[in-house]
């Protein structure tokens, strides 16, 4: 979004949220209290949960069933690589 603005001020703006939301998101995984081939699940389910809710608000269209059922595949197969002893 922050590309497509042509004032530098809404472009600016933009570049620096994405930035800090990148930030964060980075953070928290990298703190996360397990070993980081554990964390790749919950990265992966994460940020796919997180493509989703940007494609509904800032796109406004709604994930199709194939969408839906292979998230739901990525979700579960994040938290078993995550979670499984």
């Known amino acids: 979004m922050g590309i497509g603005q ?5 472009r600016t703006a933009l570049f620096l949220a994405g930035a800090v939301f990148l ?3 980075g953070l928290s995984l990298n703190l ?3 070993e ?8 992966i389910a994460t940020l796919f949960i997180m493509w ?3 494609n509904l608000i800032v796109f406004r269209s709604l994930p ?8 739901l595949l990525i979700v ?3 938290l078993i690589v995550t979670f499984w002893e």
């Open 36 to 43: 980081f081939g554990r964390v790749v699940g919950l990265y």
């Open 64 to 71: 199709g069933m194939p969408v839906l059922f292979g998230g």
């Open 23 to 25: 930030f964060g998101y």
């Open 52 to 54: 989703q809710l940007v």
């Open 6 to 10: 042509t004032a530098w001020l809404p």
């Open 76 to 78: 579960v197969g994040g």
């Open 32 to 34: 996360a209290p397990i």
